[in-house]
């Protein structure tokens, strides 16, 4: 009740406190009479909300810690506090701006739920995705170090009695590892809980406070979506394999094989974007009839361009059927060119976010960083040559790989020079990838992982995780030309673009495989594909040995 009156008083209207209220207009918060109602509704500068006085919504007013008869219906901006009328007349918050408590009230509601929805339908979801990826890696290596336990146990049958004490040092050590493994998982799992729990207790309190309506509790809260944005770090373990030897008596112990050692990193868990910040693109149609903008002449042979990389929009790096990388501008000026470490052609190129230019050697087994004109080996590879490479957003590596018996084939995620996921086989454990060496790949804006599977006339996507989400195997109204994929790539619409190579087109897809439309522009075998920051399209075209720059977007 405003402190003015009393239970028994008659209840008078706030402006001209002679005649009886009968009416509260909910947006100003004032009861009024009959005759000051309809003044009041007169002034069409607000949208007053004028309702008969005993269906007016409850508002909990917090008592003014100065004035302790008055209410605050006023909200000091500058202060960031509640104040009643005596406080605003008063002097104290003169030149401040001042509004209404019950627009304050509803703009913070806003914000309060805004972070709920936040917390319930974004942040609180990822970090119960993460728990259940932990929890599928456990059941998932039990299967795996239950395998190294029975390669062990093999060769043990083989040499008899002689290695039983071998065998089971290999199986102590096997054991020792999975609990190291089982451990850093563990660990993991309590980090994650623990910031689950407490972002549980913040929803709960943030439901509380949307409940009470309660002004001085939402004045005061404090967002910590924040906080939570930056996920719990994600454990990475590279897990140790068997590599079983010919048996020799005489050194039992090496003969063996050994256990690779047990490798647990932790990586530094991603920074979720807020909701405003993830945000779509501008929308960019494509175009009906796309153009050739500019035309690159490379200076390689005919027949030996075989890949582009852009690092602007108005250079290209690129490298054909021999040693040299070049560097050129859009008017075919060579800038650089530098030879490769080994003298060997370079399988494919491509450039960090950093600037610099990575490049794959398939017969030294390595992958190279170009850094300011200096060649540096950062990985060398055992049992396994690199094809193709690209560069994340994340400033990660992803390499296609095909093993030395050229039988399997693989994408591997990279950072640094330390491997951090191996994509080969699906949830059935069958390949994802033929064993062909033409494998160009690509990360779409939504993190799936677009490999242009030659051998396999199909562009092969796979989610962040490795999970298998769609094959594309050319348009599905085409059945007399056989699909030829070899150069892929991806842009800000989240756009696949593929090279059709034998059937001089590009094709591009949606993000989930359905056929958007062809490019043709007069290509000659095109291989190696890019796409700039302003989605401009460069293709490697391998039978003139040019790079045509398109714009279709």
């Known amino acids: ?63 003014c810690p100065d004035h302790a008869v008055k209410h605050c219906e006023f909200y000091c901006e500058k202060c960031n506090i509640p104040v009643c009328s005596t406080c605003v007349t008063s002097g104290k918050h003169k030149g401040h701006e001042i509004s209404d408590i019950l627009e304050k009230l509803s703009a913070k509601t806003e914000s309060l739920q805004k972070d709920l929805e936040e917390l319930e339908t974004r942040i609180y979801p990822r970090y119960e995705g993460m728990a259940s990826d932990v929890e599928t890696e456990k059941v998932e290596i039990e299967k795996k170090y239950g395998k190294l336990a029975t390669d062990a146990d093999e060769q043990g049958e083989i040499l008899h009695r002689e290695i039983t004490a071998i065998v089971n040092r290999r199986k102590s050590a096997i054991a020792e590892m999975k609990t190291k493994h089982l451990d850093a998982l563990n660990k993991n799992t309590e980090e994650i809980t623990q910031k689950m729990a407490e972002l549980k207790q913040i929803m709960s309190d943030l439901k509380s406070i949307l409940k009470s309506n309660d002004v001085s509790l939402t004045s005061t809260y404090k967002s910590r979506n924040s906080e939570f944005r930056t996920l719990p770090p994600k454990v990475r373990v590279t897990l140790p394999s068997f590599s079983p030897q010919k048996i020799n008596k005489d050194q039992l112990n090496e003969m063996f094989g050994s256990l690779s050692p047990l490798s647990i990193n932790t990586e530094h868990g991603d920074t979720m974007k807020s909701a405003e910040a993830v945000s779509s693109p501008p929308v960019k149609p494509l175009l009906d009839e796309p153009r050739v903008t500019a035309t690159i002449d490379t200076g390689y042979d005919r027949y030996g361009l075989y890949s582009v990389s852009c690092p602007s929009e108005d250079e290209v790096w690129t490298r054909g059927y021999n040693k040299t990388v070049k560097l050129l501008n859009l008017q075919s000026k060579l800038l650089t060119s530098i030879q490769t470490k080994s003298g060997n052609w370079p399988t494919d190129i491509a450039v960090t976010r950093d600037g610099d230019l990575v490049y794959t050697d398939y017969k030294t087994k390595t992958i190279n960083l170009i850094k300011n004109k200096q060649i540096q080996t950062v990985i060398t590879l055992q049992g396994w040559r690199p094809l193709y490479v690209c560069c994340t957003a994340g400033n990660d590596l992803l390499v296609t790989m095909i093993s030395d018996d050229v039988k399997q084939s693989k994408v591997v995620r990279y950072y640094g020079s330390t491997e951090t996921q191996s994509i080969q086989f699906d949830d059935q454990g069958c390949p994802l990838y033929k064993s062909g060496d033409i494998k160009y790949l690509s990360e779409n804006r939504n993190l799936d992982i677009c490999v242009a599977d030659c051998g396999a006339r199909a562009v092969v996507v796979v989610n962040q995780s490795g999970k298998l989400r769609f094959r594309y195997t050319g348009h599905p109204s085409n059945t007399k030309q056989s699909f030829d994929p070899v150069g892929i790539t991806t842009d800000s619409q989240s756009h696949i673009l593929t090279a059709d190579c034998d059937n001089h087109r590009i094709h591009i897809l949606d993000q989930d495989g359905q056929f958007l439309r062809y490019i043709h522009c007069d290509l000659e075998l095109p291989l190696g594909l890019c796409v700039d920051i302003r989605d401009n399209l460069f293709v490697a075209e391998r039978n003139t040995a040019k790079v045509k720059k398109i714009q279709y977007l």
């Open 1 to 63: 009740m405003h402190p003015r009156r009393s239970a028994q008083e008659v209840l008078l209207c706030d402006l001209c406190e002679t005649v009886p209220l009968q009416s509260h207009c909910e947006l100003c918060n004032i009861n009024l009479c009959v005759n000051c109602a309809v003044k009041h509704l007169s002034d069409s500068s607000k949208r007053h909300k004028v309702v008969p006085f005993l269906h007016r919504k409850s508002t909990n007013y917090h008592k």
